[in-house]
């Protein structure tokens, strides 16, 4: 009785070990049914989406239409050079030019921006100095990019420019201009920041380029 | 003797300088510099980037550097103009998606240095022989190995911890031999290791040994179930969050865009990778292998289906946001060092305790947000008259049944 006791034990302890499982396994659940959603979860792998033809469950939007809520998202300029100038002549910042909004463009540069463009914007970034990567991003302080207008910074980071990107998808609107603010600065302008957020957009925060009322498109980057 | 040190003291250390000193920036160093600050942003001497590669431009203009100087002092006003080359220049300008040059502030040295560097610069080197698909696969340890060295490893030890038992049972045996004056062969052996084994003393360590080792084991196997900790499941594309994550600095937020915003820290659509991937086209492991599958899910619109790491059961609710941009969690805490991750696993346990552990230590700064203010006057008033000493998530309630299950 004591010794089957024993080899009862001695082969629990075997099977236990011999269940241990490899790294590409899940393992064992109890209860599958409530691990799993039945609506199908975004990024959840339990099926495919078997109503749309090709199975994927995002949907994109239709062409040529705004969601609710998402006309901040909206940028009527296209990508190309004529637009490009045009963004520059109509578009100014809508977001105040406090402190907090500042330093949150400063934070935002370094998540978006700086591995390529450098910590300090002189474009010695991590990513540009491999040599696996062909290109070399203008420094801030160039001439190149010392004359930008702030629309064309803008059109820049949501379209891309030359070899970068387009980052539109990455990063709102809002985030793009509190980002232009930080890069002004490193081009080595001097901001002048206002105390209090203000409701409306201020009448003099770009330094006396303030021209005009901002345009329709301008307005709608500030709803968001 | 001190004159005659003074008198050639001066020209030695003329001399010396001359030697020391760094020579002039040569007009090639000049010429990559420019090259760098003005050019490489668009070109590069041997790919096609948002321009022409430009090594041996100046034998595509023939040789003419007036034109070119003109061309690239302002490359719309020379289309215009009708010199020699206004028509090559405007087949390039449609070449290249009638992407207009920008103006370039150069003087004539300048871009006449520019040129000395493009007609000069060293070729590319040799480049190292790009890794074939299967060699990265084989240069790390197959899993298979590691397991069958591990069985080896365990073996080894279950053989040792038996011929010490053995060791032990003989000189026992040796011991009771003399003092019983049993015969020291074999027979008398086996009525020793009866002896024993019977032993109820023995017995009951032996049995007590197992119980315990077992319910360990048990123990450790009922709280595996349903905990996914140290998951690596293969992925489609041999992405290294080692290289990206680590060596390249890419904040993390970069590609999982949605983590400060949402639920879901997300996985990057295929356009975040091409931010980078439209230009490199060879990484350092697995050559265009991978990369290539990039462009063409990029290509064919077709998603790359990853394989999701980090799953909660369908009855918790979690919340990236809350955690990252309100709690101001680095991403590591939960989710290890992944910039030290070849391959991406979970690091966590991810159960309910680990959960509720870090509720119960987790510290909030009540005067974050006004919203803690106006909610939390008690603990604020506690806080004040000293009977708190600190608050943490679960005295916000964090520790709330319906915060996670609902």
């Known amino acids: 009785?004591?010794?089957?006791?024993?080899?009862?034990?001695?082969?629990?302890?075997?099977?236990?070990?011999?269940?241990?499982?490899?790294?590409?396994?899940?393992?064992?659940?109890?209860?599958?049914?409530?691990?799993?959603?039945?609506?199908?979860?975004?990024?959840?792998?339990?099926?495919?989406?078997?109503?749309?033809?090709?199975?994927?469950?995002?949907?994109?939007?239709?062409?040529?239409?705004?969601?609710?809520?998402?006309?901040?998202y909206y940028f009527p300029y296209e990508n190309t050079q004529e637009e490009y100038d045009r963004a520059g002549n109509e578009l100014r910042n809508p977001v105040p030019l406090t402190q907090a909004n500042f330093d949150e463009g400063k934070r935002l540069y370094t998540v978006y921006c700086s591995h390529c463009h450098g910590k300090e914007g002189k474009g010695d970034g991590p990513v540009p100095k491999k040599d696996s990567y062909p290109a070399v991003p203008p420094a801030y302080d160039s001439d190149r990019v010392k004359n930008l207008k702030e629309g064309q910074i803008f059109f820049s980071i949501f379209h891309g420019k030359g070899t970068m990107g387009a980052h539109g998808s990455q990063i709102a609107p809002e985030d793009i201009w509190k980002i232009v603010y930080y890069v002004r600065k490193q081009r080595g302008e001097d901001l002048k920041f206002i105390d209090a957020p203000a409701q409306a957009v201020p009448a003099d925060t770009t330094a006396g380029k303030q021209a005009q009322a901002p345009s329709s498109a301008t307005r709608n980057m500030a709803q968001n | 003797m001190k004159s005659l040190a003074l008198r050639w003291m001066f020209p030695a250390i003329l001399l010396l300088l001359a030697f020391v000193a760094p020579p002039r920036a040569s007009a090639q160093g000049d010429g990559e510099v420019l090259f760098n600050a003005n050019c490489a942003s668009c070109h590069n001497l041997d790919r096609k980037l948002t321009g022409p590669a430009l090594r041996g431009v100046v034998d595509r203009w023939d040789g003419e550097l007036g034109e070119l100087t003109a061309f690239i002092k302002n490359s719309q006003a020379y289309m215009k103009a009708g010199r020699p080359k206004s028509a090559y220049a405007t087949a390039l300008y449609n070449e290249y998606n009638k992407t207009l040059m920008p103006a370039q502030a150069l003087n004539d040295d300048q871009i006449g240095a520019i040129l000395t560097y493009l007609k000069d610069a060293p070729p590319p080197a040799a480049?190292?022989?790009?890794?074939?698909?299967?060699?990265?696969?084989?240069?790390?340890?197959?899993?298979?190995?590691?397991?069958?060295?591990?069985?080896?490893?365990?073996?080894?030890?279950?053989?040792?911890?038996?011929?010490?038992?053995?060791?032990?049972?003989?000189?026992?045996?040796?011991?009771?031999?003399?003092?019983?004056?049993?015969?020291?062969?074999?027979?008398?052996?086996?009525?020793?290791?009866?002896?024993?084994?019977?032993?109820?003393?023995?017995?009951?360590?032996?049995?007590?040994?197992?119980?315990?080792?077992?319910?360990?084991?048990?123990?450790?196997?009922?709280?595996?179930?349903?905990?996914?900790?140290?998951?690596?499941?293969?992925?489609?594309?041999?992405?290294?969050?080692?290289?990206?994550?680590?060596?390249?600095?890419?904040?993390?937020?970069?590609?999982?865009?949605?983590?400060?915003?949402?639920?879901?820290?997300?996985?990057?659509?295929?356009?975040?990778?091409?931010?980078?991937?439209?230009?490199?086209?060879?990484?350092?492991?697995?050559?265009?292998?991978?990369?290539?599958?990039?462009?063409?899910?990029?290509?064919?619109?077709?998603?790359?289906?990853?394989?999701?790491?980090?799953?909660?059961?369908?009855?918790?609710?979690?919340?990236?946001?809350?955690?990252?941009?309100?709690?101001?969690?680095?991403?590591?805490?939960?989710?290890?060092?992944?910039?030290?991750?070849?391959?991406?696993?979970?690091?966590?346990?991810?159960?309910?305790?680990?959960?509720?552990?870090?509720?119960?230590?987790?510290?909030?700064?009540?005067?974050?947000?006004?919203?803690?203010?106006?909610?939390?006057?008690?603990?604020?008033?506690?806080m004040e008259s000293g009977k708190l000493d600190k608050v943490t998530v679960e005295k916000l309630g964090g520790l709330e049944c319906a915060r996670c299950h609902y």
């Not at chain 2, 790390?140 to 060295?149: H, K, L, R």
């Not at chain 2, 279950?158 to 011929?163: G, K, M, P, R, S």
């Not at chain 2, 230009?279 to 790359?304: D, F, N, Q």
């Not at chain 2, 346990?349 to 006004?370: A, F, P, T, Y």
């Open chain 2, 127 to 382: 480049a190292a022989p790009a890794a074939a698909p299967g060699d990265g696969v084989g240069a790390s340890i197959p899993d298979a190995t590691i397991y069958s060295s591990f069985a080896l490893l365990v073996g080894i030890l279950l053989l040792a911890c038996v011929f010490i038992i053995f060791a032990i049972a003989v000189i026992a045996h040796a011991i009771r031999a003399r003092e019983q004056g049993i015969p020291l062969n074999f027979d008398g052996f086996r009525s020793s290791i009866r002896a024993f084994l019977t032993n109820r003393f023995v017995a009951t360590v032996v049995v007590l040994l197992l119980v315990v080792g077992g319910a360990n084991a048990a123990y450790d196997f009922v709280w595996s179930v349903g905990l996914h900790q140290g998951y690596t499941p293969v992925q489609p594309i041999a992405y290294s969050h080692k290289l990206h994550a680590g060596e390249l600095q890419i904040d993390c937020k970069y590609c999982h865009v949605g983590v400060e915003k949402g639920k879901s820290a997300t996985f990057p659509s295929v356009n975040i990778c091409m931010n980078c991937h439209n230009l490199v086209e060879e990484g350092p492991k697995y050559g265009k292998a991978e990369i290539a599958k990039i462009r063409e899910a990029y290509e064919s619109g077709k998603p790359i289906e990853w394989v999701r790491i980090h799953n909660l059961p369908d009855f918790v609710y979690f919340n990236h946001a809350q955690h990252v941009k309100v709690a101001g969690l680095e991403c590591q805490e939960c989710h290890g060092p992944v910039e030290e991750m070849e391959d991406m696993y979970q690091h966590s346990r991810l159960s309910m305790g680990w959960c509720i552990n870090c509720h119960r230590q987790k510290e909030v700064d009540l005067n974050k947000s006004e919203y803690y203010q106006a909610t939390y006057a008690q603990l604020h008033a506690d």
């Open chain 1, 1 to 72: 009785m004591k010794r089957n006791l024993i080899h009862m034990l001695l082969a629990a302890m075997l099977l236990s070990t011999a269940c241990s499982r490899s790294p590409e396994s899940t393992g064992i659940e109890y209860a599958p049914q409530m691990y799993h959603s039945v609506p199908l979860e975004p990024y959840s792998q339990t099926d495919y989406n078997n109503f749309f033809p090709d199975k994927k469950n995002a949907r994109e939007p239709v062409a040529g239409t705004v969601a609710r809520g998402k006309l901040a």
